[in-house]
Structure formats: C-alpha cells, structure tokens
C-alpha cells in the first residue's frame, strides 16, 4: 500500500484518530452515566425505550447527544467552507475537538449531561473532517461500516484472489483494532484518573495536528 499524499488520509493519523473514537465511547459510557459519545444508534434505541416508558427525562439524556453529534456534523461542513487561513480546515476543527473534550474533563459529574453532549459534540466533528485513509472510506469513532467493509473485502479476495482486497480487508480490521484499544486505554485511564482521563485524547489530538503540518504533496512534487 503506497504512502498517502495527504495526511489527513494517512495511517498513522488514522490510527490515534480510532484510538480517539474508542476511547471517546467508552468515556461516555462507562464514566457518564452509560450513554454513547459515538454509537448514536445506540442512544436513539435508549431514547425510544424511555420514551416508551414514559422516562421523559431519561429520554432526553440520550436524545441531546444526538442532536449534538449532528451539530458537530454540521459544524464541521461550515467550517470546511468558510474556513480560510494558512492552516488546513480539518486542523482547525482536530483542535476544537481537542480543546472541548479537554474541557470535559473540568465537568462535574452532576453535568453529565452537558458533557456527553460535548464529547458527542467533537466525534460529529471528528466523523464528518475525516473520512477516509488512503483514499478507503473509514469511520474512526464506530465499527459496524469498518467490520462491513473489511468482510466485503475479505469474500472479494476469496472470490478473485487479487491481494488489492486483502490489502483494504486487514486495513479496516485494523482501524478496529485501533478502536477496542483506544476502548481499553480509556477505560484503564478512567479507573486511575477518573474524568479527567479524557484530558489524553486532547493530547492525541494535539499530536494529529501537529502530524497535519507535514505537506507529503509539496515535498512530492519536490522530489520530481
């Protein structure tokens, strides 16, 4: 598999952008009162079963963060668009993604809620500004698509052999990987550090946009 051109394609920003995403759900989850920062099919399920049981309150708590994903989501559009300046637009929204969860972690437990509906929030932004590696589409904060397209792949290089399907097979399987070990990290920071462990994904977050100063098309065209 060649090098990606753009960094905002490459593995490596990949990599700590999935470790991001686990981390980010399991937070929420496990640290927030059980609701998902990223699995938003996971909270309209929930938001439909309180409702039904008249949990108005309960219903909300789950519904909100939804809704904040999808601003985020739309956050991110407008600042692909109107966005100018020397810094790529997707730096700009890996900082405000970093600089909101890092303020997460100031919450106090009796806001859950206004956390959750934070760091759902920055994955909106986070799955809208980066969408692929190598050019593949990629989701780094959910599986369900990455697991359906890996196995796709998988039944392509058993149907016709050709190594290009194996190559995209163990390329989602490995952002995956990369997610149920961001779950694992956040998990463990969580029971040492407490809220305040999601102050580690600003760091990985950091670290990408600083990654994202390196031009691979300038020194590219350099070399020619």
């Known amino acids: 598999m060649q090098r990606a051109k753009q960094v905002s394609?490459?593995?490596?920003?990949?990599?700590?952008?999935?470790?991001?995403?686990?981390?980010?759900?399991?937070?929420?989850?496990?640290?927030?009162?059980?609701?998902?920062?990223?699995?938003?099919?996971?909270?309209?399920?929930?938001?439909?079963?309180?409702?039904?049981?008249?949990?108005?309150?309960?219903?909300?708590?789950?519904?909100?963060?939804?809704?904040?994903?999808?601003?985020?989501?739309?956050?991110?559009?407008?600042?692909?668009?109107?966005?100018?300046?020397?810094?790529?637009?997707?730096?700009v929204t890996v900082v405000a993604e970093a600089l909101i969860l890092l303020g997460v972690g100031f919450i106090d437990a009796r806001y859950n809620l206004a956390a959750n509906c934070l760091t759902s929030l920055a994955c909106g932004m986070q799955v809208e500004s980066f969408r692929k590696i190598h050019g593949r589409g990629v989701a780094t904060t959910m599986c369900i698509g990455n697991l359906r397209s890996a196995l796709q792949n998988v039944d392509d290089y058993i149907i016709t052999h050709r190594r290009g399907f194996l190559v995209n097979g163990l390329l989602y399987f490995g952002v995956i990987v990369c997610f149920?070990?961001?779950?694992?990290?956040?998990?463990?920071c969580l029971e040492r550090f407490g809220l305040?462990?999601?102050?580690?994904?600003?760091?990985l977050l950091f670290v990408a946009f600083v990654l994202m100063f390196s031009d691979r098309e300038a020194r590219g065209a350099d070399a020619l």
Do not use: K
């Open 9 to 91: 394609e490459s593995i490596e920003l990949g990599i700590i952008l999935a470790l991001v995403g686990g981390f980010m759900d399991v937070y929420s989850y496990m640290g927030r009162g059980g609701v998902f920062a990223n699995a938003q099919t996971g909270n309209i399920l929930l938001t439909g079963v309180h409702l039904s049981q008249g949990e108005f309150g309960l219903a909300a708590s789950f519904l909100l963060p939804v809704l904040s994903f999808a601003v985020g989501i739309m956050v991110s559009d407008l600042v692909h668009v109107r966005f100018a300046s020397a810094i790529h637009w997707r730096q």
């Open 180 to 188: 149920v070990a961001g779950a694992i990290l956040g998990n463990w």
């Open 196 to 203: 305040q462990a999601i102050s580690l994904c600003s760091l």
